[in-house]
């Protein structure tokens, strides 16, 4: 068969439309590959935070029992002979308390909590960080939803572990005074593949 001396470039042109499609689809492939590792690093930086910020309250409410010899004593406060369950919201009054805000609690007007990072607004939500609604204050994960909080209000030196999955491993009871976790990135607190847990640290 004669060939004409257009043939060859229209194959010509032909296979370079083929690589071109390649590329673009190996490029493609490359940049929905970055997105996911970014949002992976990104998911672990907001879980280190919210450990950072768990292990810093825990400290506070230590040291807030260093000073009084009891713990702040939330809104909804349990009664003695169990442990005290609350969080970091406004209602509750414990971070109010641990800022040296409430008097009434805390007499010697001490911040324990010290410089915690003002929230930022994401997605309508306050996420990250100290929030102050009128004197209303609350501290918030990196997800927007306030910290759960666990305290040996009964002072037995021990809590329930909030992590129904982790009981049946032997601990029920975790030898601890103060328990703090975040929902994650669910903001359901009682899913924990994703919850962050203040006692998971050592």
């Known amino acids: 068969m004669k060939r004409t001396p257009f043939s060859g470039r229209r194959n010509r042109a032909a296979f370079t439309l083929i690589e071109l499609l390649v590329v673009v689809a190996i490029i493609a492939l490359l940049v929905a590959g970055s997105f996911s590792a970014y949002g992976f690093v990104m998911e672990k930086a907001r879980n280190k935070g919210t450990l950072t910020t768990e292990m810093a309250l825990v400290n506070a409410v230590e040291n807030f029992y260093g000073d009084y010899s009891r713990f702040p004593a939330p809104t909804s406060g349990s009664g003695n002979n169990k442990d005290a369950d609350t969080d970091t919201s406004g209602a509750e009054g414990i ?9 009434t609690q805390n007499s010697k007007n001490r911040d324990y909590i010290g410089d915690m990072k003002p929230a930022k607004m994401q997605n309508g939500r306050n996420v990250d960080g100290l929030v102050n609604e009128q004197n209303n204050y ?6 927007g939803s306030p910290f759960k909080i666990r305290i040996d209000s009964n002072y037995d030196n021990e809590v329930d572990n909030p992590n129904t999955e982790d009981r049946g491993v032997g601990r029920s009871k975790l030898r601890k005074r103060v328990l703090i976790w975040s929902a994650g990135k669910d903001r359901d607190a009682s899913t924990w593949k994703d919850n962050v847990g203040s006692w998971d640290n050592n």
């Open 95 to 103: 971070v109010t308390a641990l800022l040296g805000k409430d008097p």
């Open 138 to 143: 609350s501290i918030m994960d990196a997800w």
